[in-house]
C-alpha cells in the first residue's frame, strides 16, 4: 500500500468533518437563538426586529454558547480521568513487570520497542484476561497518561508480527491525538444533548400544568423546540463523530504499515479476526462505551451509520489491494485443524536468557552488533534516540530493539520495579564521573533513607560503564513503574533531581 497517500487522504478527510461538526455546532447555536426570539417576541417584523435587539441576542448567544461550553468542559474531565481508569472499567489488569507468561513478555517488550522508536513515553500495559475475541486499545488524554490494553485472545492467537502491527496501529492512535480528538468530541456533544434535555424538561414542566393560558404555550413551544434542536443535533453530530472515527482508523493502519514496512503483520490479524468466531467481540460491559478507542468493533452489530470503524474487509484492501474474501474462509479452514497451536512460537522450548524475557532473534540494527560498552561522539548517539514520531520507521523500531535486548538485566528489572525506580532515576541523574557521583552520594545522605542510598549508589556503579546511548531508554522504560507512585514522592524527587543537577553549577 502507499501508506503516505493513505495517510494525506484519511487527514483530508477528518479536517472536513471536523469542520462539518463545527458548522453543525454553529447551526445549533444560531437555531437555539431564534427559538428563543420567536418564543419571547424579539423576533416581530423578522431581521429587522433582531437588529432592534442584538444586544439581547448577542447574551442569549453568549449564554448558549456559556451552557455547551460548561457541559462539554464537564463531559472532557470526566472522561479524562486518565488510561488505566478506563481500562480497569472494562475488567483489564496492569501486566506485571516479573511476569513468566511467555506471551505477556512478549507484549510488553513490543509496547516497550514501539515506544522508544516512535519516541513517546512508554505507558503502562493491560490485559483483559476473560476477553477471547483479537482487540486492543489505546485509552488517556494524551501520551503522558496513556495505557495500552489489550486482549488475552490477542496474545493467544497472534503471532509477534501481528502483534506489533496491532500495537503500531494503538500508538498511531496517541501519537497523532486520536484519544484527545474524541474525548473532545464526546464532550461537544454531551454539550448538544443537555440542550435537548433542557428543552424535554421545559416541555414536560408545562406539559403537567393545568393552566392553559399564552405563558404555557410559550414555554411549550420552547420546550418542543429546543428538545427538537438538542436531539437532532447529537444524531448529526453522532454520523460525523463516527466517519472521524472511520478515517482515524485507515490513518492508524496505513501509520502500522509505514511503521513496520510490513503489511501482512497489521493484515493478518485484521484476516484472523474476520476467521475466528469470537472475531473482536467484548464481553465486558461498557465496551459500547469505548468502542472508538479499540482496533476493531467490540460489538456483535452496528447500524452502519454509526459504525465507529470501517467494514473489515476495507481495512485489509486498503492494505493489501489484491486481498479476497475467499482468503477469510480459507484462513477459518486452517484455524480449525484439530491441534493448531495459537501461535507456533510458543510450542518449543523455554527461551534463552538473553533478552529480557522473551526469545532471541529480535531484530539488530545493521553495524550496531555488541553496542555496550562502546562510546560514540554525542551527535551520533543523540541522532541514535531521537526520532520524530511523524516519520516512525523500520531502522527506529529494530534500534529499540536492540538496546532493549541489551539492557543489562539489573538495570532493567530495576526500571520496571516501582521500588527500585526512584533510584534508578537518581543514579541516571548523578552522571557517569566516579568522583561527581561521590558528591552527589554525599548530598543525597542528608535526605535519603541509607537503603534507598545504599541502592542508588549500586546502581549508579552499574552505569559507570553503560554506553550513553542506553540512558535515555532506561528513563523512558522507568516511566510506567514511577507512574505508580504516589504524586507526593514524585515531587519530592522532583526536588531530589533538581538539587543534583545543580550541585555542580553546569548542566550538561
Wanted: glycine residues 10%; hydrophobic residues 45%.
Amino acid at each position: 500500500m502507499n501508506f503516505f497517500e493513505h495517510q494525506d487522504r484519511a487527514r483530508r478527510k477528518t479536517a472536513f468533518l471536523i469542520l462539518l461538526f463545527i458548522l453543525a455546532v454553529a447551526a445549533i447555536v444560531i437555531g437555539v437563538n431564534l427559538v428563543i426570539a420567536v418564543a419571547f417576541g424579539l423576533a416581530e417584523g423578522g431581521l429587522s426586529g433582531l437588529t432592534r435587539h442584538r444586544e439581547t441576542m448577542a447574551v442569549i448567544t453568549l449564554g448558549v454558547l456559556a451552557l455547551i461550553g460548561g457541559a462539554s468542559a464537564y463531559r472532557m474531565i470526566r472522561l479524562s480521568a486518565g488510561g488505566a481508569v478506563v481500562a480497569q472499567s472494562l475488567g483489564a489488569s496492569p501486566v506485571p513487570p516479573d511476569t513468566a507468561d511467555l506471551r505477556l513478555r512478549r507484549l510488553v517488550n513490543v509496547v516497550e520497542e514501539t515506544a522508544l522508536a516512535s519516541g513517546v513515553p512508554v505507558p503502562r500495559i493491560f490485559i483483559l484476561e476473560q476477553e477471547d475475541g483479537i482487540n486492543a486499545f489505546a485509552a488517556g488524554f494524551g501520551p503522558a497518561d496513556a495505557v495500552v490494553a489489550v486482549t488475552r485472545g490477542t496474545l493467544d492467537r497472534l503471532n509477534r508480527e501481528e502483534l506489533q502491527g496491532v500495537v503500531a496501529h494503538e500508538f498511531s492512535h496517541i501519537i497523532n491525538g486520536d484519544m484527545r480528538l474524541n474525548i473532545r468530541l464526546m464532550g461537544v456533544l454531551f454539550g448538544i444533548l443537555v440542550i435537548g434535555v433542557i428543552g424535554r424538561t421545559l416541555l414536560w414542566g408545562r406539559s403537567g400544568s393545568g393552566r392553559g393560558n399564552k405563558n404555557l404555550s410559550k414555554g411549550a413551544f420552547l420546550g418542543l423546540a429546543l428538545m427538537l434542536l438538542g436531539y437532532i443535533g447529537v444524531f448529526f453530530g453522532q454520523m460525523i463523530k463516527a466517519s472521524v472515527s472511520r478515517q482515524r482508523e485507515y490513518l492508524a493502519d496505513a501509520a502500522a504499515v509505514q511503521f513496520t514496512r510490513n503489511p501482512s503483520g497489521i493484515a493478518g490479524a485484521l484476516k484472523k479476526i474476520g476467521a475466528l468466531s469470537s472475531g473482536s467481540r467484548l464481553k465486558a460491559p461498557g465496551s459500547e462505551e469505548v468502542s472508538h478507542m479499540l482496533f476493531s468493533d467490540g460489538s456483535r452489530s452496528f447500524v452502519s451509520l454509526w459504525a465507529t470503524h470501517p467494514p473489515l474487509e476495507n481495512r485489509i484492501r486498503a492494505i493489501e489491494p489484491g486481498f479476497q474474501a475467499k482468503e477469510i474462509e480459507t484462513l477459518r479452514k486452517q484455524l480449525l485443524q484439530p491441534g493448531q497451536a495459537p501461535d507456533p512460537a510458543f510450542s518449543g522450548p523455554a527461551p534463552d536468557k538473553s533478552g529480557p524475557g522473551e526469545k532471541a532473534g529480535r531484530p539488530v540494527l545493521p553495524g550496531l552488533p555488541g553496542m555496550a560498552g562502546r562510546v560514540l561522539p554525542q551527535a551520533v548517539m543523540a541522532e541514535a534516540v531521537f526520532f520524530d514520531p511523524e516519520k516512525p520507521d523500520p531502522e527506529h523500531l529494530a534500534l529499540a530493539a536492540t538496546l532493549c535486548r541489551e539492557l543489562p538485566g539489573g538495570l532493567y528489572e530495576a526500571a520496571h520495579d516501582p521500588d527500585s525506580v526512584e533510584p534508578l532515576i537518581l543514579a541516571l541523574v548523578l552522571g557517569d564521573d566516579a568522583q561527581k557521583q561521590e558528591t552527589g552520594l554525599s548530598s543525597l545522605a542528608k535526605s535519603v533513607s541509607a537503603a534507598t542510598l545504599e541502592q542508588t549508589r549500586r546502581l549508579a556503579a552499574h552505569l559507570l560503564s553503560l554506553d550513553p546511548r542506553f540512558r535515555l531508554p532506561l528513563l523512558e522504560l522507568a516511566m510506567p513503574a514511577l507512574r505508580l507512585k504516589p504524586t507526593e514522592s514524585i515531587s519530592i524527587l522532583s526536588m531530589r533531581v533538581m538539587d543534583l543537577i545543580h550541585l555542580d553549577g553546569r548542566v550538561t
